[in-house]
């Protein structure tokens, strides 16, 4: 009898270490000189790593550009919202499955296997797009982690609004989403007790998309800190974007950071979608954007657990993206100067067992971790991100779930 259902053969496990991966019953059982698999694949000194976890996307909009006219995108954003809504009216479930399950393909042989996906619910779409995506969930299962955080793209004021979010809940969704910019400025804090007080009656965590301007006067963070704070929401807050940091002065926001790190919040960063946030235009200034990510390095020196996401793919707010966490990464590192080994070893954690984190996966290359793990087609880390964005073989639960048998040798 075999004594492992696959076994990678060399593998980069880091600079220095080259060794065999032996996986059975979903986890990596041993490593080092290794024979008698069921399968092996031959690594040559291929990177190995973790699977990819995109921390961030939109599924149920994934692809939407297919269905949009020329020109319609690049559109300021309340005509992107306008235009989404005329959309998501003539949403079926079956639509949103097949538009989510291209983007999940794309990213499976991209080498993600774990996703966390926030899911419109609001009273154009009702909960469609949720059941669309629960759907979605239980047909990829064991191929791909899915987290779902209800996403209240047109806000929670409002009793039909707040409903919805709890029906989405219940229904089975895993994470409270928020979106405090969507509502009038006079009611963004009532946005955030509201989701609070979701996550509370059902137990959950919050994944919540703040200042993701780069106007440091549309801030709502200080508010969100605040309030984890009060409601002693110790890390059960993850916080998307927070552009802000970079554009408040560093005493600012180190202090900022200070309290997140204290309230044990997390961050994810969108580098290709963040890039493109527009700076506010004065009356009679307009000002060119300049680099729109949050001040990555400094979360992470202070202990904060950073990962990545694609953010949104191929729709109405970023018509680009063709769901390659190596991409995220290649604009993350250029953008942020993360050009160190250190920090690209970082940036790398980010988009991996950060992520992993973030989705109480068990992540790690050693025995007992979970057998996700993609083989890279580089030898290094830095030319994982030079070389195209092929990613030969991904493993997900200690199964294959893609392979380009045209790169690898084995008898896979
Ligand atoms: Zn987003």
Redesign the pocket.
């Known amino acids: 009898m075999s004594e492992f259902d696959i076994i990678i053969k060399n593998a980069k496990i880091n600079e220095n270490t080259i060794s065999d991966i032996g996986i059975r019953n979903g986890a990596i059982e041993k490593l080092g000189k290794l024979e008698n698999g069921l399968k092996t694949i031959d690594a040559e000194g291929r990177f190995v790593l973790n699977g990819f976890v995109n921390s961030?996307c939109?599924l149920d909009k994934s692809n939407l550009l297919d269905k949009m006219g020329e020109g319609q995108f690049g559109k300021s954003l309340e005509e992107n919202r306008r235009l989404l809504k005329e959309l998501k009216s003539t949403y079926s479930k079956k639509d949103i499955e097949a538009r989510a399950s291209i983007a999940i393909e794309k990213m499976l042989a991209k080498g993600v296997t774990a996703i966390r996906t926030?899911v419109d619910v609001d009273p154009t779409c009702g909960l469609v797009p949720i059941e669309a995506l629960l759907q979605v969930k239980k047909k990829y299962e064991g191929r791909v982690s899915i987290e779902i955080s209800a996403f209240p793209q047109e806000g929670v004021v409002g009793d039909e609004k707040n409903e919805l979010m709890e029906k989405a809940i219940e229904k089975g969704a895993n994470v409270v989403g928020g979106l405090p910019l969507v509502e009038d400025k006079t009611n963004q804090k009532k946005h955030l007790n509201l989701i609070f007080e979701i996550a509370k009656k059902y137990g959950k965590s919050l994944d919540i998309?703040v200042d993701e301007s780069n106007d440091p006067r549309t801030s709502i963070l200080l508010e969100l800190i605040k309030k984890t704070s009060e409601e002693k929401f110790f890390n059960r807050v993850n916080v998307?974007h927070a552009i802000s940091l970079s554009r408040f002065p560093t005493q600012k926001a180190l202090g900022y950071i200070d309290e997140m790190a204290r309230l044990g919040m997390s961050v994810i960063v969108?580098p290709s979608a963040n890039m493109i946030t527009r700076f506010v235009e004065e009356s009679d200034v307009w000002m060119r954007p300049s680099n729109s990510i949050t001040r990555v390095t400094e979360l992470c020196d202070k202990g904060i657990q950073v990962s990545l996401g694609t953010?949104?793919i191929r729709d109405i707010f970023y018509p680009f993206g063709n769901c390659s966490i190596i991409r995220e990464l290649h604009m993350l590192i250029s953008a942020t100067r993360m050009t160190s080994k250190d920090h690209i070893d970082k940036a790398f954690e980010m988009a991996t067992i950060n992520g992993a984190k973030l989705l109480g996966l068990n992540y790690g290359i050693e025995p007992g971790k979970d057998a996700d793990l993609i083989i890279t087609n580089s030898f290094s880390k830095i030319d994982i991100l030079n070389n195209d964005e092929i990613v030969p073989c991904t493993i997900k639960n200690g199964k294959i779930q893609y392979i380009d048998k045209s790169i690898l040798r084995g008898d896979n």
């Open positions: 961030h939109h926030q998309q998307t969108t953010d949104n």
